[in-house]
């Protein structure tokens, strides 16, 4: 319930807003308030005068998200156009936290310079550095300069990876900044052969995962050693597809949550599902994982927001 006083915008602010269809999800109770900046000062600006004491949570497409069925307190900040700007300056790409992993890649690719691990990640590069997203072995962490955004008080900062700290899945990302841009340092390709793989990469993820159904992509990190750039450790190789199934979890369901049969670390919307559905399934597979294995799995999607009272 909205219980504070906000701020005058020149972007869009919508109390109570329902955020369900904007994850892939399709799950979820309401935002006290839903945020849409027109650009980076009017974001500034309300953030600076947001009593202190209001949590702030900024989403991207919610590729990677699961908003609890209470929703979620305090402002959700979502940003769209005027921050989804993609640029190309030498070894450079600069982009907006808005932009889609894809649209980077495929940019960078035109311009022969190679971000293509990017082209099959679901979401927006601001969420991307948040969680050192990776693929086919390259991550953000290796092609990332700096970060700029706000602090939650509305001061104007540059993040460099030495602030972030990158682990595998993971960044240190300071409580309550918004990024607003990402600027990144690319290695040279050739554009034909840039094009050539990522075609092949989309390819062969549409073979092996669920691209047609309503998940959240991976469900839980790979439980492997991982070095402190965020690279795989190449000693090891476990999968957390590989001890679900041996957990005897690939097709598992509660309500209308499924463990994806084509994929089983794919937590998956079946129809009609609940986040109490998905969160709770989730919960049964790392119970089960570590019952039969000892292992403990680890969250890779972000779940935020209040549950239901009973």
């Not at 599902?273 to 403990?296: C, F, M, N, P």
């Amino acid at each position: 319930m909205l219980n504070f006083d906000l701020p005058p915008v020149r972007g869009t602010l919508t109390p109570n807003r329902d955020l369900s269809d904007l994850t892939w999800m399709r799950v979820g109770g309401a935002a006290d308030v839903l945020f849409q900046p027109a650009d980076s000062d009017d974001l500034a600006a309300f953030l600076a005068a947001l009593p202190a004491d209001v949590p702030v949570f900024t989403m991207g497409v919610g590729s990677n998200l699961i908003i609890r069925d209470g929703g979620v307190r305090g402002v959700v900040i979502r940003m769209g156009r005027g921050f989804n700007g993609c640029d190309v300056d030498g070894d450079h790409v600069v982009a907006g936290a808005a932009a889609l992993d894809a649209r980077v890649a495929r940019i960078a690719a035109a311009a022969g310079r190679d971000l293509t691990f990017l082209r099959t990640i679901p979401g927006t590069i601001g969420g991307a550095v948040r969680m050192n997203a990776g693929c086919y072995g390259a991550y953000m962490a290796d092609v990332f300069h700096s970060a700029r955004g706000f602090t939650r008080t509305g001061e104007a900062i540059t993040l460099t990876a030495t602030d972030l700290n990158f682990a595998y899945r993971h960044s240190d990302m300071p409580d309550g900044f918004v990024v607003t841009s990402v600027t990144m340092k690319a290695p040279a390709g050739d554009p034909e052969t840039l094009e050539t793989r990522m075609a092949d990469q989309l390819a062969k993820r549409d073979e092996s995962q669920p691209t047609k159904d309503r998940t959240a992509g991976s469900t839980f990190r790979n439980p492997a050693g991982f070095s402190s750039t965020g690279r795989a450790d190449d000693t090891h190789d476990l999968k957390a597809w590989k001890v679900i199934d041996n957990a005897g979890m690939r097709g598992a369901t509660r309500g209308g949550a499924v463990m994806n049969v084509k994929h089983s670390n794919f937590l998956t919307n079946a129809g009609g599902a609940t986040a109490a559905d998905l969160e709770g399934l989730g919960e049964d597979v790392r119970k089960k994982v570590y019952d039969s294995s000892g292992i403990t799995l680890e969250w890779e999607i972000m779940r935020v927001g209040e549950t239901t009272p009973e």
